[in-house]
Antibody, heavy 121, light 109 residues
Framework: EVQLVESGGGLVQPGGSLRLSCAAS????????MNWVRQAPGKGLEWVSF????????YYADSVKGRFTISRDDARDSLYLQMNSLRAEDTAVYYC??????????????WGQGTLVTVSS | SYVLTQPPSVSVAPGKTATITCAGN??????VHWYQQKPGQAPVLVIS???DRPSGIPERFSGSNSGNTATLTISRVEAGDEADYYC????????????FGGGTKLTVL
């Protein structure tokens, strides 16, 4: 069974930093591209970032480009999101999501339960 | 930027058919995926590649995609289908990025 477990969320002041982690199990992590998707309170889903299985391709939403960094550690079956220069509008539940596409454009076939990030003074 | 437009809400009586649309410029040329999200839960993939159902998703869920509109159809709607539904595509020009529709709240009357 595919499992994705996020951690690292919490309360942070504007301008601060936070590092999210996603522990994967139940599948061969190194074979899959991964994503972060977020959802602000009461709002819809917003794609944040993508990393390919080999980390050779990395993409970001314009809203986080230059502030967030996605990475992976295949030895630890883990995905990360380093978030710097946080803003109030980054407040959201952050989901780790596996890419279900093998060769086609990405989609999200398995999701974690999410971790809440609150940016507030 | 590429925009996907969904109706904010759809209401349907139990046993009837619900239709949720997702409009986008020439969306028929893209692969569309649909997600169901119940309150307090993570999203779940219900349709991939326009019309494919992942294992475990009831046959009552189906999808289509043509022209400027993709459609999620739920037949014989049950109370347990009440949820938010999101469509999603992936854009590669000018930059690679994921795009979600704004979501549709399905209410079972």
């Amino acid at each position: 069974e595919v499992q994705l477990v996020e951690s690292g969320g919490g309360l942070v002041q504007p301008g601060g930093s936070l590092r999210l982690s996603c522990a994967a199990s139940g599948f061969i992590f190194r074979s899959y591209a991964m994503n972060w998707v977020r959802q602000a309170p009461g709002k819809g889903l917003e794609w944040v970032s993508f990393i390919s299985s080999t980390a050779s391709a990395i993409y970001y939403a314009d809203s986080v480009k230059g502030r967030f960094t996605i990475s992976r550690d295949d030895a630890r079956d883990s995905l990360y999101l380093q978030m710097n220069s946080l803003r109030a509008e980054d407040t959201a539940v952050y989901y780790c999501a596996r890419d279900g596409a093998e060769v086609a454009t990405p989609y999200f076939d398995n999701w974690g339960q999410g971790t809440l990030v609150t940016v507030s003074s | 930027s590429y925009v996907l437009t969904q109706p904010p809400s759809v209401s349907v009586a139990p046993g009837k058919t619900a239709t949720i649309t997702c409009a986008g410029n020439n969306i028929g040329s893209k692969s569309v995926h649909w997600y169901q999200q119940k309150p307090g839960q993570a999203p779940v993939l219900v349709i991939s590649y326009d019309s494919d159902r992942p294992s475990g998703i009831p046959e009552r869920f189906s999808g289509s995609n043509s022209g400027n509109t993709a459609t999620l159809t739920i037949s014989r709607v049950e109370a347990g289908d009440e949820a938010d539904y999101y469509c999603q595509v992936w854009i590669i020009n000018p930059d690679h990025r994921g795009v979600f529709g704004g979501g549709t709240k399905l209410t079972v009357l």
